[in-house]
């Protein structure tokens, strides 16, 4: 078989693949991790690379203009290895580096604080799921001889252990040395689920100190770990990085049509497992800690990123009528998975409540204690999916929908994720029409990001630059409004702006998508109140999770229709409410058997077929809703 | 490092071994079995081997005659090998083949008929611990989009399981495959603890015929496995074998101080799991099946070979105050263990009691029915120990005492198991003195088995040949009895009598081991009786359990004073009562639970400090015992 060595800048990584292989898959072998949000079948056009040297065969694409493909771009997955390669990978197609997560005042709403999250962990009481346990027991003499186990037992019971005591056979066989070694004086570690108290492993002497978990969210985009420490229940460390299956798809969709490739499901294990390992070496880095150190595992995410964490062939998550294998899951050895920890060391994998409904959202809601109140939440995580969940202690309901790629960058010309470079914040002047615009990080502007595009369009539409029905008016006095090649378009930045080096530009099918997906989420919004017959002034409090939470400005948020016309009082956010949830679980049996019990009872709505949902997001393709009376506040052509 | 080449026969078996190794070891890494029930100290003089051809180092034992030494014989233990060797393994030395246990009439007391077994299976309701279950269920609809774990879970609900049901990962992968391959008809196995039931596989369609259990008794000697078809209870196959850790020592003692060599516990591990292995080859030809078919293992067998299969060290059983890693065990991967089965086939241990009262018998005495009954019944099972048993209903209580290896003929100048050529039926005429004797198998007689030694003590006994203190009265008028090399002797059978090729005595230090054997048994029957306030007239059972017990003439054992004095009608043989409890096990959770609550509530008395017993045991060192009162039925010189 004929083969060719494909070397990535500035990485300077190679893959050896074989003629007339995709530059794509060459890039996902040499693990260069490039943006490819339809997962390589040309239909998103972020693979662009630049061919420096070497012979290729690719496919024109209308993602590509001349222009550019006259400087050697093509997109990586039409374009076939027919020679040795040298291809550079610019700055708008690499993966990068996760922002670090700021403590910002936000516009409308409130911020979670540090000090809200010590204080609501001070009120949860120390008691792991899984810990080391000191055993001091009294030597065994002929008037007391009981077994080992027996003995061991007992002290579990005198340090509270009421449940079944079952010894794994390879703790069994470390007994009798480890009781004999230091007198008498055992650590063990314990996994205590409801069912049985599972002895892991026995050493001798006290090894109590320095234990910790690992807590991870397991985002589609985004892994965020964090260690545990098991006797202050705080964070010793935290580090996130981008999931390296974004390779393979940014959305979960696409992983799941990549998935069903030769070896696809496979080597979207190994890739997410690769992102974890390398977030556990940061972490132990970071706590000069080993994997010693770390007593358990549990993890996070979307049921999509479970069942591929897991193995599990998330195939018929897809087909209606969108079954999952399983919600609720065993603990699974970490070793087994791939991730480089003790072979003892166990993973417990969050509860999820539907296919599209997660443990990172069911994690959030019992994070942010909406299951214990008596108050009325609504908990909103959006990304290419809208989840919300709606309830208190007496309900829960909960629904997906799909907002499509729009908020997280895709389908929109140069959208991009909230990384380096990314336009975050945008405002435009209603009396000249010019943009003003603030990137991630202070950097040269290279797209837009989602909270970008939530702003940008607000702005246009509070400027007047376009219309309720999104449409630009090509006819202002400015130069920012045009036709593109794509047809009308704003220009947020021209090249030369803030050191851009190509014009950034927002296209009336970008807004079109934009329309789309924030017409989603407010009617699945509308359909979830209304089937417990309650109404948006019933709603208490309103969460919104996760890092587009984040970024997000409620305010103009409201003003293009995506969110309810709520008081700043009523927005919280707060923050990555999946690694809360798998935090908490870390260090209180009760609250892991909470969102247990979270995810047991809350309903889940399919809206794939529901009337009344397509009838919603019809009325919501409007700035702000054809139904004005929702949205009070929000006034068109004037500043909020 | 210099090796030589040894070759045992007539098995034709070869080892390479290092220079100056012993015989022994050569013949153990050969996977030739010869008998050393000392474990290859030079003490018990079993492992005799003829030097064929080749250069030895040998040390001078008396257990060697001089005539013997002349022929080429040498201890294999005590002979280092300094150049290549053929090696001739005379028969006594070998293990040879388990006789089959035929269905006899007893002379005393009454043995248990197939049909009361059969009786006895029928009264236990089917309900194994490990079954396959077919599962049918409705598909998934949008209205009914539970997960594949939900709808499996139901389905397993209304086949009746109660228990929280947990998916092993392993099953999980194969769960959404398994469901939609054979339309929602699916195989399940599952294992029921009393905690949970765990799925460990799922296989589409009906796959629940011919799913068997494995039974095994792991005997310090013998190994007894039978297949148990899981729709009949029935067993399909049954095959026994010498337990292959005899070359390191024939009991148990001998066996923890083999384990406590370099490689020694690991060694013990592998042959008894060879042992296994081979029975298992044999019962899957003899059933026509696979491993498939295999669903669990049970296990039962005395504690140090419960911890020996298990990878536990035995060590601290031995030593004051004698405590086991553990008495009761958790389900373990057989093929982790080495068996030659599925991944996914565990094994159950069933549970002990204490380091010298294991799970063979409280296997045994739930089989008998003890724990259920309120009659007062004293289960026994004598080997190198004897252990006991007394109680019914409201209490258990239960002891063991060293016999020494002499009812297994150990520490008797021609004692041996009860294999081909043994010498276990003796009657003495009180006339001529002259022996009529009866071996195993009608071969040519070769040594004495414990059934022989018990029949020729009390016939020599009964004909004034020994008297009560079992001296030998050499001044009869028969060549008989006489001075030999070992002293006073009794000639069972001279050289050529039924075509012994040596001569066979029984001497008076035979007689001494014997008589100190028969003394602590009974003793400990006596110290039992005594903790609870009862006698001997109290018991209306006396269960005689084992391949001694299959053996053995109780009348004889009375006439010793081994057994009390009852009525035959009291005497029950019950056979194997350790693997009829694993049988047991295999079929119901009721009669699983009720072994593990049986081990739970039996009380064990240590009588290594016991001055009651001390006293007891020197009481009864005379023939039958210094108390009279307690045989009334056992007259001297008189046949009983």
Redesign the interface.
């Known amino acids: 078989m004929k083969t060719h060595k494909v070397t990535f800048y500035p990485d300077n990584r190679v893959a050896e693949v074989a003629d007339g292989e995709s530059v794509l898959t060459a890039a996902i072998a040499a693990d260069v991790h490039i943006t490819a949000t339809c997962g390589g079948d040309g239909s998103c056009g972020k693979c662009r690379v630049i061919v420096d040297d070497g012979a290729i065969v690719t496919k024109q694409t209308p993602k590509i203009s001349e222009e550019d493909a006259a400087k050697g771009y093509v997109l990586s997955c039409l374009t076939s290895v027919t020679s040795d390669l040298k291809i550079l990978v610019p700055p708008e197609t690499r993966l990068g580096i996760v922002p670090e997560e700021t403590e910002e005042a936000v516009a409308y709403g409130r911020m979670m604080t540090a000090a809200e999250e010590a204080e609501s962990l001070d009120a949860i009481t120390l008691d792991p799921p899984v810990s080391r346990l000191l055993l001091k027991m009294t030597p ?3 008037d007391d ?6 003995r061991l037992t007992r002290a579990l019971r005198q340090a509270g252990v009421t449940e ?1 005591v ?4 390879v703790a ?2 470390e ?3 480890a009781c ?1 070694e230091a007198e008498w004086e055992v650590t063990a570690t314990v996994r205590r689920d ?3 108290a599972l002895v892991t492993m026995l050493q001798p002497g006290d090894q109590t100190s320095r234990a910790v978990a690992l807590a991870i969210d397991v985002g589609t985009t985004t892994v965020v770990a964090k260690l545990i420490d098991l006797e202050t229940k705080e964070a010793v460390a935290e580090t996130s990085a981008y999931n390296r299956q974004i390779s393979c798809g940014e959305d979960v969709i696409s992983r799941i049509v990549f998935a069903q490739r030769p070896g696809g499901q496979a080597r979207l294990r190994e890739l997410v497992v690769d992102t974890i390992n390398e977030a556990l070496r940061r972490l132990l880095a970071a706590a000069d800690m080993t994997q010693d150190n770390i007593v358990a595992v549990y993890a996070a995410g979307n049921t999509i990123m479970q069942h591929l964490l ?4 998330p ?2 998550l897809r087909e ?11 603990w ?2 970490a070793r ?1 998975l791939g991730l480089k920890l003790g072979p003892r060391t166990n993973l417990y994998p969050l509860p999820c409540v ?1 296919s599209y409904l997660g443990a990172d959202i069911v994690a959030g809601v019992v994070a942010a204690g909406i299951p214990a109140s008596e108050k009325l939440s609504l908990y909103i995580d959006v990304g290419t999916n809208g989840e919300m969940v709606l309830g208190n202690n007496e309900y829960l309901v909960s629904c997906s929908c799909s907002a499509g790629p729009a908020f997280e960058g895709g389908g929109v010309k140069y959208g991009m994720r909230a990384t380096f470079g990314a336009i975050e914040e945008v405002l435009v002047d209603p009396e000249t029409y010019e943009p003003t615009i603030k990137t991630v990080g202070g950097k040269r502007p290279i797209g837009i990001c989602g909270s970008g595009l939530i702003d940008a369009l607000a702005e246009m539409f509070e400027a007047g630059v376009i219309d309720a029905k999104g449409k630009i008016n090509v006819d202002l006095p400015t130069d920012r409004t045009r036709i593109g090649p794509s047809g009308p378009e704003y220009a947020l930045a021209a090249a030369g702006d803030n050191g851009a080096d190509r014009d950034i530009v927002i296209t009336e099918a970008d807004i079109d998508n934009l329309m789309r997906a924030k017409a989603a989420v407010f009617a699945a919004v509308m359909v979830l109140l209304d089937s417990v017959s309650v109404s948006l002034k019933d709603i208490d409090r309103f969460y919104i999770a996760g890092s587009f939470g984040r970024h997000l400005d409620a305010a103009r948020a409201v003003t293009i229709g995506l969110l309810p016309d709520l008081p700043a009082d009523k927005f919280f956010y707060i923050g990555n409410g999946s690694l809360w949830g798998a935090h908490i679980s870390a260090v209180s049996r009760d609250k892991r058997a909470e969102i247990a019990a979270t995810a047991a009872r809350m309903t889940y709505l ?1 809206l ?2 529901n009337n009344k949902f397509m009838d919603g997001y019809v009325a919501a393709l409007f700035l702000p809703h054809t139904d004005a009376t929702l949205f009070p506040s929000v006034k068109t052509g004037a500043r909020a």
């Open positions: 065994p003499t002929l001889n009981a077994s080992d186990t027996v079944p079952i010894f794994k056979p069994l066989k007994t009798a040395a004999r409801p069912e049985q897991l193995g599990l062939n195939k018929y209606e009528p969108y079954i999952p294998t399983a919600t609720t899951f065993p699974v050895r087994e539907a399919d794939s077929t």
